[in-house]
């Protein structure tokens, strides 16, 4: 298709939240993220050279579904940080005593969210050599 609209165009994704001022603290100091604000909108300058909208909305509601996953090499060290950080994490059924889930033929995983309630998670995904 010779013609595609978005072929060259780099998108991003964003979501809402409903407090710029905690999402900044949240993603910036607790989860170590850089972060920049511009125009009364949060940026997210994630690994990969992305970046991700955070904008305010007033009648935010939460996303049901998972915004953001974060892989990592070991995913129990990683909620114990986060834990230590404050970071609470979601308990489903099968999960561990930390919140780490395995099962289902992925990857174990551990969600939480931030502080306007979206879902987000780490996932143990080892570096390739």
């Not at 949240?26 to 993220?33: H, K, N, Q």
């Amino acid at each position: 298709m010779s013609d595609a609209v978005f072929r060259n165009t780099e998108a991003f994704s964003g979501f809402s939240v409903d407090d710029i001022d905690r999402a900044r603290e949240f993603y910036g100091d607790t989860l170590g993220l850089d972060v920049s604000t511009e125009n009364g909108m949060l940026f997210l300058h994630i690994a990969g050279g992305r970046d991700i909208l955070v904008y305010p909305k007033p009648n935010h509601t939460p996303a049901s579904c998972t915004l953001l996953n974060f892989p990592v090499d070991d995913v129990e060290a990683a909620v114990d940080r986060l834990a230590e950080r404050g970071v609470t994490f979601e308990r489903y059924e099968g999960a561990d005593a930390r919140g780490v889930h395995r099962g289902q033929g992925g990857p174990p995983i551990a969600w939480f969210r931030d502080p306007a309630g979206n879902f987000l998670s780490v996932l143990e995904q080892p570096s390739r050599p």
